[in-house]
């Protein structure tokens, strides 16, 4: 009886100690597969899809898209700017690839870089996979607009 007793007691403790830890951040949800800087940008760029679609009805549609919008373009900005810091190839030369249409994978095969640590392959929120949304992909890299510069629709 008293062993029973001192399982139960046992289990609640542990129960407590694990409810009492600290819950992982972002970071840890995409764990080391994915560099830092790209995972909060990612989580950027999610938590603004979140905020447009919550609000695509509303008065202020227009400013959740283009926040949205940005993020996606802050979010090419990072990875270019990683994948430029981790390989010999120049930021230039990154983005030049991406506007000729190669996918984030293809451009980590060619470095060798796992296609995991730029953040492709990973889903948003609510199973959104912005690396096979091709409107996303066309809005980023239509001939008028480059990330970051706002030139693009919704800038």
Request: hydrophobic share 30%; with cysteine; aromatic share 8%.
């Amino acid at each position: 009886m008293i062993r029973i007793y001192g399982m139960i007691v046992g289990l609640l403790l542990v129960a407590v100690l694990l409810l009492g830890m600290p819950h992982p951040g972002s970071a840890a949800f995409f764990g080391k597969s994915v560099f830092s800087d790209v995972g909060d940008a990612m989580r950027d760029a999610d938590n603004a899809r979140d905020g447009y679609h919550k609000h695509r009805s509303g008065r202020n549609a227009a400013r959740y898209e283009r926040a949205w919008y940005d993020s996606e373009d802050r979010l090419e900005e990072v990875r270019v700017r990683r994948m430029s810091r981790e390989t010999k190839a120049s930021a230039h030369e990154v983005q030049r690839m991406r506007e000729s249409g190669r996918s984030w994978k293809d451009i980590c095969d060619r470095y060798r870089i796992g296609a995991q640590k730029m953040g492709y392959g990973h889903k948003g929120p609510h199973g959104y996979d912005r690396d096979h949304d091709r409107d996303l992909q066309r809005r980023l890299y239509k001939k008028d607009h480059h990330p970051g510069k706002g030139k693009g629709k919704g800038h």
